[in-house]
DNA sequence: ATTATACATCGTAATATTGCGATATAAATA
DNA sequence: TATTTATATCGCAATATTACGATGTATAAT
């Protein structure tokens, strides 16, 4: 095996999933968190920035973009990212909804 | 290589991005949906709502404990997991902040 | 046209994850 | 004490992730 049994599951749960995955690594926490602070687009400051090769961010980039987290628009020479705010807004109120569903301890060990 | 390279992002990053990991597979998700749905102690009727084999189901219970997210408590020959509030939020919490600090598209592509 | 700049992609090695059968453990019951 | 019940752990095979050097590609500058 080794593989995630997808079919037994929920889209919404294998959507969720897809995204927190996306999200799930310090290096891309980091990127983001370097795109959310400066409020603009992020090029190639990143590879100095963070202590990664440059193949290594352009992957990590690769991944935020594929889960539709980021954007990448060419911006002359260097690639301009940032968030995709459709999604952001969509992730934020899945995420929001699913941690407030928790009532408290209740019947609880 | 294959390892991610911690030492160079701060703890919060690791911590956030080890919090996530914990959540992002979609069995996983399914368990916390459970556990919040019924909003008392979860044991072993998750193997069968679940199509997973009873030792995976265990592995993902071991994953999200280890990560602060559940806790387990014996309850008789059952064992009985639910929430740990704390964990549960601080990762509300600053997830919270995290989404809530995207200002929106202003100098972007 | 050539060169420089900024990323992306390929290929590969090291390691991690996923899933499960088999087996171990520990509490409850007969 | 022996057996049942509920869960954990081990060991393994299949696959995925992480990181990076090397190389490809596309735009800008010379």
Chains 1, 2 share one sequence.
Not at 2 to 10: D, N, R, Y
Not at 69 to 85: A, L, M
């Amino acid at each position: 095996m080794g593989l995630t049994k997808t079919e037994i599951f929920t889209e919404e749960q294998n959507q969720m999933a897809a995204w927190l995955k996306a999200m799930a690594h310090p290096a891309r926490i980091a990127i983001l968190q370097r795109i959310l602070q400066s409020n603009t687009c992020i090029c190639g400051d990143l590879v100095e920035e963070l202590g990664l090769a440059q193949a290594t961010i352009s992957q990590h980039l690769k991944e935020l973009k594929n889960a539709g987290i980021i954007q990448g628009t060419i911006e002359g020479v260097s690639i301009c990212y940032c968030i995709e705010p459709k999604t952001w807004k969509l992730l934020q109120n899945q995420l929001g909804d699913f941690f407030a569903s928790y009532q408290g301890e209740q019947n609880c060990c």
